[in-house]
């Protein structure tokens, strides 16, 4: 006979949202939207591990990083490199009048 894994605490509808303060609704439909719930009859059920996945989920994404962003140029060839130290040195035409 294969082990047997115990289960987490179980939690009913009220249970799970009152935890997670929000509303019955809420909890139901976030824990349908991702997976994160156990449907038994028209009963809605939440393990500790479905609780934590819908926190998770609604964990808001940063809207700026912390590290200042880094400007980095194309590196040029070799060939690049003489062409472009040929434009600089040559001399300039002057405009006839």
């Known amino acids: 006979m294969p ?11 009220d249970e799970a949202a009152e935890r997670l303060r ?4 809420t909890v139901i ?3 349908r939207d ?8 028209r009963e809605y059920f939440f393990s500790e ?3 934590f996945d819908i926190w ?15 400007n980095v140029k194309k590196l040029l060839s070799d060939v690049q490199l ?12 002057r405009l006839q009048q």
């Open 3 to 13: 082990p047997t894994i115990p289960l987490d605490t179980i939690y009913t509808t």
């Open 82 to 93: 003489q062409h472009s130290l040929q434009r600089l040195t040559q001399k300039k035409k």
């Open 29 to 31: 439909k976030l824990g």
């Open 56 to 70: 998770q989920a609604q964990r808001a994404k940063p809207t700026s990083s912390q590290v200042p962003s880094v």
């Open 49 to 51: 591990r479905d609780l």
């Open 34 to 41: 991702l997976g994160s719930c156990s449907v038994i009859g």
């Open 22 to 25: 929000v509303s019955r609704r």
